[in-house]
């Protein structure tokens, strides 16, 4: 199974300067926990965003043409998408699913390959982002599960946790 796992605001935007448009601590930990144990696919800038150092307790999975890995760095680093796929379904993790994590780009092109979405809905709109998540488009996605509406005191946003499942056509 392919997913998609992003935080978006409600005009989708999710990024701006090579950074993330807010720190959630709740999304954070929920990020971290739905991911754990599983492969990661992640654009370079995604890549350099998180420090250029893998995310712990999964198989981290670079998508780049124009770069490779250093030696040693922790991840892997694959030329497509479907390179980055192949790597992740062989990565002996026991894993049946992978998390397309990100940025603008990759989402973009894993939206046709995705079988499920993990949103967390920021309730804001960013005028000024500079890389935004593609629609999800009703006729294509159906809402599996939605939180509560949560609160983070630190950076003032509400925000849920929503899930999606494509829909067989």
Not at 40 to 62: H, Q
Not at 73 to 92: I, P
Request: net charge negative; charged share 20%.
């Amino acid at each position: 199974m392919i997913s998609i796992i992003v935080a978006k605001a409600r005009n989708n935007a999710i990024g701006r300067d090579n950074q993330m448009l807010w720190h959630i601590s709740g999304d954070l930990k929920y990020f971290k926990k739905v991911t754990l144990g599983h492969p990661v696919i992640m654009g370079y800038n995604t890549w350099l965003s998180i420090g250029a150092k893998p995310l712990p307790g999964r198989k981290n999975i670079v998508v780049s043409r124009r770069h490779s890995a250093l030696h040693e760095c922790g991840a892997e680093f694959c030329s497509t998408l479907e390179e980055a796929l192949a790597a992740a379904r062989t990565s002996g993790t026991g894993s049946e699913e992978i998390f397309v994590i990100g940025g603008g780009q990759l989402y973009a092109r894993a939206m046709s390959l995705a079988d499920r979405l993990y949103i967390t809905e920021v309730d804001t709109s960013v005028d000024d982002a500079q890389v935004y998540f593609p629609e999800i488009e009703p006729a294509i996605w159906s809402e599996e599960t939605r939180s509560a509406l949560l609160h983070d005191d630190r950076s003032g946003y509400d925000y849920a946790f929503v899930t999606y499942a494509r829909k067989v056509l």
